[in-house]
Nanobody, 119 residues
Framework: QVQLVESGGGLVQPGGSLRLSCVAS????????MSWYRQAPGKERELVAS????????KYANSVKGRFTISRDNAKNTLFLQMNSLKPEDTAVYYC????????????WGQGTQVTVSS
C-alpha cells in the first residue's frame, strides 16, 4: 500500500531554515507528481508546493514563493522541501502527497512532520 513518511521538522527561530524529507513507497514514485501540504491549528490543509514527475516544473503558494524550494530524488523515492526565511505563520504540520501538480492529490497521507517557528 502507499506509504509516505515525512521527517525533518522541528523548532526553529524566525529567519531560520529547515529541510523536510518524504520517503515514498507502494507506488511508482517517478511516474507521479508530488506535493507538500500543511495544516495549521484551526485551519484547513493547504497546498504549499508541487512538482512534476521529472522535477522540471514546480508551483508554490504565494505565501512561500521565494522562500521554499521543492525538489525530488527519483532514484531514492524521496521528496524534499527546503524552507528558508521561516516565519511564525509557517508553523504547521507538513504533509507530502502523491499527485497534486495537475489536479487534487490522491487521498493518502502520512503522519506529517511538525514545524514550529518561534523565538
Amino acid at each position: 500500500q502507499v506509504q509516505l513518511v515525512e521527517s525533518g521538522g522541528g523548532l526553529v527561530q524566525p529567519g531560520g531554515s529547515l529541510r523536510l524529507s518524504c520517503v515514498a513507497s507502494g507506488f511508482i514514485f517517478r511516474f507521479n507528481s508530488m506535493s507538500w501540504y500543511r495544516q495549521a491549528p484551526g485551519k484547513e490543509r493547504e497546498l504549499v508546493a508541487s512538482i512534476t514527475e521529472l522535477g522540471d516544473n514546480s508551483k508554490y503558494a504565494n505565501s512561500v514563493k521565494g522562500r521554499f524550494t521543492i525538489s525530488r530524488d527519483n532514484a531514492k523515492n524521496t521528496l524534499f522541501l527546503q524552507m528558508n526565511s521561516l516565519k511564525p505563520e509557517d508553523t504547521a504540520v507538513y504533509y507530502c502527497a502523491r499527485g497534486g501538480y495537475y489536479s487534487q492529490p490522491y487521498d493518502s497521507w502520512g503522519q506529517g512532520t511538525q514545524v514550529t517557528v518561534s523565538s
